[in-house]
């Protein structure tokens, strides 16, 4: 085999690629494979994103030299996630259809999450192409960081991602964190494993929209020189948004504005958010904004003062990213990737406590010294830039390429 990568599969059985990042399951996942694939499209690497069908099945170019494969694979519509396994049979016998078709049609395959593993990796041994694993986020670094209240993952996921570890031909990991939890919580042979951290879009994502950030404070109703502070992502219990309505709350009058960006991923936990909101008095300074599309997204960026992650464990943490290539300083949980995403004291301040009186003092700590956020605001935007989607694909390139020599 030679090193020459022409053609590539990369494997999203739970969500598609083009959905909109914060809706359903769709997240940071979702923006880094189209990112990406769009990246490796410009290399001159044909890419086929390929995705269980939720309405229309078939394909569809969503960039050029990328196409958006969607199979059936189970009903037509959303199944929960946790439900999805049933499936995973019955979706890598469809991506065999295409794989196989007049012979093998791909260079590597490469799946992102254990289920996308779990129903492609049969049909990469089957037609002898290299498999690459991703798995984004791992039941093990959950158990290391439970929810309070969520459930387990289930017995079946721990052991897909162990037994994906030890027969993928290559595992990529996110951030540093994510690989030393891969091998020491799930066994990850260290000669498979490579650190290939996400990108940004430097350009979507930047400071200095002054007329943006004018729209934006008309849009929430608030006056211009009324800080705006935001979190972003599906309204779910790991993302911890309570935590930033519990720390708004115990910060003095005048407040910030706390904008809440994201759709529900459990809906009775999103519905408990607007009632914490109401209970705690500060339902005037709360806007829930539900899904914004990335352009939206950039703007609000551009017109907020600080950025809040209050995840329980992030494998990286792409929203600080984004946040910091917007220039905008970020207050994130000391955990997992997000002590990579977030460098303390530089482009933002991680907090070891989930106290709500820690997270409003960092929050007023940077509010509060015009100095100290510029200062950090250009640190986020240097830190950011080093880290494009262009060197994203340019690694994985590296990877998919040093599998092909074999």
Do not use: C
Request: hydrophobic share 50%; proline share 5%.
């Amino acid at each position: 085999m030679t090193g020459e990568i022409r053609r590539v599969a990369m494997v999203s059985m739970h969500t598609s690629p083009d959905a909109a990042p914060g809706s359903a399951d769709a997240g940071s996942i979702n923006v880094s494979l189209l990112e990406t694939a769009r990246e490796l499209a410009t290399r001159g690497v044909e890419v086929d994103l390929v995705t269980r069908a939720t309405g229309e099945t078939g394909s569809r170019a969503v960039a050029p030299g990328v196409t958006l494969h969607a199979v059936r694979a189970g009903p037509i519509g959303v199944v929960a996630r946790d439900d999805l396994g049933v499936f995973s049979d019955e979706f890598g016998e469809e991506f065999a259809r295409l794989a196989g078709r007049d012979g093998p049609r791909y260079d590597v395959i490469h799946a992102h999450y254990w289920l996308s593993g779990l129903a492609t990796l049969p049909v990469a041994i089957e037609l002898g192409v290299p498999f690459v694993q991703t798995f984004h986020s791992l039941a093990a670094l959950h158990s290391a960081s439970p929810v309070p209240g969520a459930a387990p993952d289930s017995e079946r996921r721990l052991w897909s991602e162990r037994y994906l570890a030890g027969q993928a031909d290559a595992i990529v990991a996110v951030s540093a964190a994510e690989a030393t939890m891969l091998i020491d919580r799930v066994g990850a042979p260290i000669a498979k494993l490579w650190v290939v951290p996400p990108g940004v879009d430097g350009d979507a994502f930047r400071a200095g929209r002054a007329t943006t950030s004018l729209s934006v404070h008309a849009f929430l109703g608030i006056a211009a020189e009324r800080p705006v502070i935001a979190v972003i992502g599906r309204l779910e219990p790991a993302k911890g948004q309570e935590l930033a309505i519990q720390a708004l709350a115990t910060m003095p009058e005048p407040r910030p504005l706390l904008a809440v960006v994201g759709e529900p991923g459990s809906a009775d936990y999103a519905a408990g958010l607007r009632t914490l909101a109401a209970d705690l008095d500060v339902n005037a300074d709360v806007r829930f904004l539900g899904v914004l599309d990335r352009a939206e997204l950039a703007g609000l960026l551009a017109a907020t003062s600080v950025a809040l992650v209050p995840s329980y464990s992030e494998s990286f943490g792409l929203v600080a990213l984004e946040a910091a290539a917007t220039g905008v300083p970020v207050v994130a949980s000391a955990a997992g990737g997000l002590v990579e995403s977030v460098l303390d004291g530089e482009t933002g301040l991680l907090v070891a406590s989930r106290e709500p009186e820690d997270w409003a003092r960092a929050i007023a700590t940077l509010l509060g010294d015009d100095a100290l956020r510029a200062r950090m605001a250009s640190s986020a935007r240097l830190h950011a830039e080093g880290l494009s989607w262009g060197s994203t694909a340019t690694s994985l390139l590296g990877v998919y390429a040093s599998l092909n020599k074999r």
